[in-house]
């Protein structure tokens, strides 16, 4: 069961870092959420997979992934709840480098070209990451049909996938966290 406050509660007490922190996309900021500390937390992994789920249950695709590292324990999470309730769901893995043997792929999982996916994320802040995810997704044959993210922290990323014709979905935002944007 989803409980968003709990959630809340829980990236306050262990994501939530404040200090001066160059961010992924290359930003200055003056807050870091290292959600790695929730999605690899038994709590979290449940919420979070809880909170997603819910998100997807209303049009369910056959597939969930995003970007390796940081998307991975998320999927994880989301299969292993929707195993316990006998959905179909299967997940996906998109590497930041083609792997150099074996197929070389950069999407790796049981998938089908042509099938649809969720891209999920931790944290958006400009949509960089999920964005090479759809990029390569897509190359691979699927279709994006959505991202679905923990938090927003509310710096362009909703807008970024919307000028690509995405829609951002977010379990919290910044502003839940007790942080204007």
Do not use: W
């Amino acid at each position: 069961m989803y409980d968003r406050q709990a959630l809340i509660a829980l990236i306050r007490e262990t994501a939530l870092q404040f200090g001066e922190f160059t961010l992924a996309s290359g930003k200055k900021a003056n807050f870091y959420l290292d959600c790695r500390k929730v999605t690899l937390d038994a709590r979290g992994a449940r919420l979070i997979g809880a909170g997603m789920l819910d998100l997807l249950r209303k049009d369910m695709p056959p597939l969930v992934g995003g970007m390796a590292i940081g998307a991975d324990p998320i999927t994880a999470a989301i299969l292993t709840l929707a195993g316990v309730e006998g959905l179909p769901l299967r997940g996906v893995m998109v590497r930041k480098e083609a792997k150099q043997h074996g197929t070389g792929k950069y999407v790796e999982g049981p998938f089908n070209a042509g099938e649809e996916v969720v891209i999920v994320e931790d944290v958006v802040t400009t949509g960089g990451s999920s964005l090479l995810a759809i990029e390569r997704c897509e190359a691979a044959g699927l279709k994006v049909r959505r991202v679905l993210a923990i938090v927003d922290r509310l710096e362009g990323g909703r807008e970024a996938f919307a000028s690509r014709g995405y829609e951002l979905t977010t379990l919290v935002t910044i502003r839940d966290l007790g942080i204007e944007a």
